[in-house]
């Protein structure tokens, strides 16, 4: 149990984060917004709901008394060794209103089976939304922790689902899997897919994600030369590359490649080759070295090529076995794992009025509403206003994110009028240390370092236009969740005040 004192009040909650177990007594208070240290989740301390992402779950809250100068907190058995609980459900059970009711005819549509999608679905029957709720997916499984695929990659299916059929079930929400949509009949209100069937809806939330870029050189098509964006995915480059030549093309900072590489290096000992052709935001303390995370990842035996490209793949019976750099350089690779970048999935919407930008990133306002009536979009295929950026598009392909757009899709499918008020949070682990990042630092001029890079303990603050915009640490928390929490209050901190 956490014990946090508001002022004169006292208020009792669970004492660890539902997202992934974080103390949350290292976590940064202010006001009545309790902030997780780990990945930047937010609940209110008087009724534990979720303030914001990623956690689905809310914490417990706990019967507080002041009895002669002694603070008491009083449990039921039953809810101090139940699991977290959603928003609502703890306060009022399960209620009727959270369930299907046949008599609602109007239907939802969720296309995509991510956090974005699952967050609408769930906080539409938390609002009491009664209708019903179609996730459609073209995958082969429902919402699951895709962060987990590059981190522990011989997990089972059920061990990264976010929440377990059964809990849909409960909640009346259909999960159709397989099932990938392939035009969409605005006028008609109604979604084709691929295998033959259509549905109507009253509301449509398009989040159908992104997928990886593919490479454009010669032997791109020979087998082995993989992708990691499914659980299949993850497995299949876990048999290929253990004992195995591995190069990964691309990488930046807040990209897959720097995670997996992170993977297989501590866990199983490959030989790996990275060919690096991005640049990460990070800044390094001298201009000759390698930038710190790869640093990090060099004294482990993984190998750099810096400011070249790949030009060819070669291979022998129709297998990869060679990259060959622009710079000349032969690689042995028995396996090739590409990460440069991603693309918005929705060319099922070409040739339709929907406002796309260049990248084909669906254009949403800040109610996550497209320009065509009761269409909504969120996660990673949406360019939206993002308040760091002055009001400037952008899409940021962070869970966090994505999460908070389904959840404000949701609200302005029942007329709420909720804008996005969020601070972008991302995360993620190498070599057993944990890197945070909060706000967006596109276009950052200028950083302001506190601690070591050398030493891996430190705060790095990214400065636009004379003000943090972003910020970055390894072994300084809770720093990311306090500035986090100061720019989503609206206040700037000048580059003086970061020094």
């Not at 002669?68 to 699991?83: H, I, L, R, Y």
């Not at 906080?123 to 987990?148: C, N, V, W």
């Not at 500035?483 to 970061?498: D, M, Q, T």
Request: hydrophobic share 40%; net charge positive.
């Amino acid at each position: 149990v956490l014990l946090v004192r508001n002022r004169k009040e006292f208020r009792a909650l669970g004492s660890k984060c539902p997202h992934y177990g974080a103390p949350l007594s290292k976590g940064v208070l202010r006001g009545e917004r309790l902030r997780c240290p780990w990945h930047g989740a937010c609940f209110n301390i008087k009724t534990g709901d979720i303030e914001e992402y990623p956690s689905l779950d809310c914490l417990p809250c706990f019967k507080v008394t002041v009895e002669d100068g002694k603070v008491f907190v009083t449990a039921k058995k039953k809810v101090w060794t139940s699991p977290a609980v959603t928003k609502h459900e703890q306060h009022l059970g399960l209620a009727d209103s959270s369930k299907r009711c046949l008599l609602n005819r109007d239907t939802v549509l969720l296309l995509g089976g991510g956090v974005a999608a699952l967050a609408c679905a769930e906080t539409l029957r938390q609002e009491g939304f009664t209708g019903r709720i179609i996730m459609a997916t073209k995958e082969k499984h429902g919402p699951y922790d895709r962060s987990k695929l590059s981190k522990e990659m011989n997990l089972k299916n059920e061990d990264i689902y976010l929440r377990k059929p059964e809990f849909l079930d409960a909640r009346g929400i259909e999960l159709w899997t397989e099932k990938e949509a392939v035009s969409v009949d605005f006028q008609k209100q109604k979604v084709h897919f691929m295998d033959g069937s259509s549905q109507k809806y009253s509301q449509l939330l398009i989040a159908t994600g992104s997928h990886s870029s593919s490479l454009k050189v010669p032997g791109a098509d020979l087998q082995n030369v993989c992708v990691l964006h499914t659980p299949e995915d993850s497995r299949k480059i876990l048999e290929l590359a253990t004992g195995k030549n591995l190069v990964i093309v691309g990488a930046s900072f807040v990209g897959t490649g720097l995670e997996w590489i992170r993977t297989s290096c501590l866990v199983f000992g490959w030989v790996q080759l990275f060919l690096q052709q991005c640049s990460l935001e990070f800044p390094s303390e001298h201009s000759n070295q390698l930038l710190l995370p790869l640093q990090m990842l060099q004294s482990k035996g993984v190998k750099f090529y810096m400011k070249t490209e790949l030009s060819e793949l070669r291979g022998k019976d129709g297998k990869v076995t060679e990259a060959v750099l622009a710079c000349g350089k032969k690689l042995p690779a028995d396996v090739v794992v590409v990460g440069i970048g991603v693309s918005p999935n929705s060319a099922f919407l070409k040739g339709t009025s929907i406002a796309r930008d260049d990248s084909g990133a669906i254009l949403v306002d800040l109610r996550m509403q497209t320009n065509i009536p009761n269409t909504f979009a969120a996660g990673d295929v949406v360019s939206f206003p993002v308040a760091l950026l002055n009001g400037d598009r952008s899409s940021i392909h962070h869970q966090q994110v994505a999460e908070a757009h389904g959840h404000v899709a949701a609200l302005n499918m029942l007329k709420k009028g909720k804008e996005l008020h969020t601070v972008p949070f991302f995360w993620t682990t190498m070599l057993g240390k944990s890197i945070r990042y909060a706000g967006c630092g596109k276009g950052y001029t200028d950083t302001v370092v506190k601690g070591s890079l050398e030493q891996q303990k430190f705060l790095i603050f990214y400065i636009r236009d004379g003000f943090v915009t972003a910020a970055a640490s390894l072994n300084y928390d809770p720093m990311v969740s306090l500035i986090a929490e100061v720019l989503y209050s609206g206040k700037h901190i000048s580059k003086e005040e970061a020094e």
